[in-house]
């Protein structure tokens, strides 16, 4: 039985016909004219026991609550079915951490997407960079012109990290020109400020964000 993504080499299934992009042989998503706007988005440690399947699943959580996903991707295709879709996977990426290993959350996020797509899932595909360093891999297999998501949940805390964040927003649009991007989190004015002429922005509100609200 698989424990660890490194079990039975990097899980090559997941991505059995799909074609690679970049020196590093990032994963490239399919045409993704499928997805729509989220109604909602359901947090994966949700999804099961959520009543309502309207929405798109989202990994936008700690890794490990969907390192499961990662490590049996078929066992939780049902599931995903029965939703709207999914925006795909969203391993941590670290300021400072080891290119490798930001390239390898990157891979994970488009192999795990590829695969969904393969089994009939709607995927919204994930956007995640840190700094400079990442943006040679980071936007790499996602079709131009289509429906992207990004978090700000954890990411926009300090001035540095807002304005990392921004840099690297504003790198996403040149690059992938998205029409439309779901927004995980709060939208604060320092970052998306001039950006609106860009693209539309959906903004959804983070479960800690509306845990809060519920105790005010």
Known sequence: MRKTLYDDGYHHELTEGAKVVGEDGIVALANIKNTQIPKELVPFNKAKTKKDKRGYVHFYIHDKGFACVLNNAKKYAPLFRQYDGIISPDPS????????????????????????????????????????????????????????????????????????????????????????????????????????????????????????????
């Open 93 to 216: 990426m670290g300021i400072g951490n080891s290119l490798c290993l930001l390239k390898m959350s990157t891979y994970f996020n488009r192999a795990i997407g590829f695969f969904y797509q393969r089994n009939g899932i709607p995927v919204i595909p994930n956007i995640r960079w840190t700094d400079e360093a990442s943006y040679p891999f980071c936007f790499l297999g996602v079709p131009k012109n289509s429906i992207v998501a990004i978090s700000t949940h954890g990411c926009c805390k300090s001035k540095e990290q807002k304005e990392l964040f921004r840099a690297g927003l504003i790198k996403m649009l040149e690059v992938l020109e998205p029409e439309d991007v779901i927004v995980h989190g709060h939208m604060p004015k320092e970052v998306f400020q001039d950006l609106e002429n860009k693209t539309r922005f959906h903004r959804y509100p983070s479960e800690f964000e509306q845990t809060h609200k519920e105790e005010r």
